[in-house]
């Protein structure tokens, strides 16, 4: 068997997420997937380095994909895009050494998270941010991001409902404002459900003075959902990049 590594870029209002589930053909892995087998004449598994939500985007998701035997990779490249719906692209495809998966192999992950903050949204940004009409404290956002930074116990800032370790790594937490325009950008050895975008709600009601800054160790030790903020919803949320 041989291994390639997909690097994925989608728009994700257009999917029910990336998943392949049993109630619908509308995800990302199962149109890759279908796509693949039909260039390669059987069917193939498409792992990816982790589940985005429905409404999630992702400029560079990546995946990986075990096959029978070694192919043209510009050629295969080419007659993917030439097939794929619009609203998905494969910009690289590479060959790896046996035992690479996308996700297990990943050393990191870095989200981006943008808001705007006009008082009507923009017609060409409404599908790709929040609207958040405030004037947002972007000092103390990220007065509070910087407590999130390091090795915690997440469990205040995720949906999972399992018994596995709620303990990540944030390496990096930056805001940045251009205009009206609000980025949060992220990076951290991994993120768990809805992780990224309850953390990003409960700095935006910082930013609107809802909640103190001090607050976030007190939602941290707290482990408890209901301490943190809301989850921001899907459509700001991109998927930038994932680290080996």
């Given at each position: 068997?041989?291994?390639?590594?997909?690097t994925v870029m989608y728009d994700g209002n257009c999917f029910n997420g990336w998943q392949r589930q049993g109630n619908?053909?509308?995800?990302?892995?199962?149109?890759?997937?279908?796509?693949?087998?039909?260039?390669?004449?059987?069917?193939?598994e498409i792992n990816g380095s982790g589940r985005t939500d429905a409404g999630v985007h992702a400029k560079g998701q990546t995946a990986s994909m075990l096959v029978s035997a070694s192919f043209d990779t510009r050629e295969f490249l080419k007659?993917?895009?030439?097939?794929?719906?619009e609203e998905i692209k494969i910009i690289a495809i590479t060959h790896e050494k046996r035992g690479f998966?996308?996700?297990l192999s990943a050393k990191g992950?870095?989200?981006?998270?943008?808001?705007?903050?006009?008082k009507k949204q923009g017609v060409f940004t409404r599908k790709y941010s929040y609207a958040c009409s405030h004037d947002l404290d972007i000092q103390s956002m990220s007065e509070a991001a910087s407590y999130l930074v390091g090795r915690h116990d997440f469990a205040a800032f995720t949906d999972l409902k399992d018994d596995r370790s709620t303990e990540r790594t944030i390496h990096k937490i930056e805001i940045e404002k251009c205009g009206t325009m609000v980025k949060i950008i992220y990076y951290g050895s991994g993120f768990m459900y809805h992780m990224v975008r309850i953390m990003t709600g409960t700095?935006?009601?910082?930013?609107?003075?809802?909640?103190?800054?001090?607050e976030i160790k007190m939602i941290l030790d707290s482990k408890e959902r209901a301490k943190a903020g809301f989850c921001a919803p899907p459509q700001g949320l991109f998927l930038k990049e994932v680290y080996y």
């Amino acid at each position: 068997m041989e291994t390639y590594k997909l690097t994925v870029m989608y728009d994700g209002n257009c999917f029910n997420g990336w998943q392949r589930q049993g109630n619908t053909r509308r995800t990302v892995q199962e149109t890759l997937e279908n796509t693949a087998g039909n260039i390669l004449g059987y069917s193939v598994e498409i792992n990816g380095s982790g589940r985005t939500d429905a409404g999630v985007h992702a400029k560079g998701q990546t995946a990986s994909m075990l096959v029978s035997a070694s192919f043209d990779t510009r050629e295969f490249l080419k007659k993917m895009n030439e097939r794929l719906p619009e609203e998905i692209k494969i910009i690289a495809i590479t060959h790896e050494k046996r035992g690479f998966h996308a996700r297990l192999s990943a050393k990191g992950k870095c989200y981006e998270y943008y808001i705007d903050t006009r008082k009507k949204q923009g017609v060409f940004t409404r599908k790709y941010s929040y609207a958040c009409s405030h004037d947002l404290d972007i000092q103390s956002m990220s007065e509070a991001a910087s407590y999130l930074v390091g090795r915690h116990d997440f469990a205040a800032f995720t949906d999972l409902k399992d018994d596995r370790s709620t303990e990540r790594t944030i390496h990096k937490i930056e805001i940045e404002k251009c205009g009206t325009m609000v980025k949060i950008i992220y990076y951290g050895s991994g993120f768990m459900y809805h992780m990224v975008r309850i953390m990003t709600g409960t700095l935006l009601e910082i930013g609107m003075k809802k909640r103190s800054s001090k607050e976030i160790k007190m939602i941290l030790d707290s482990k408890e959902r209901a301490k943190a903020g809301f989850c921001a919803p899907p459509q700001g949320l991109f998927l930038k990049e994932v680290y080996y």
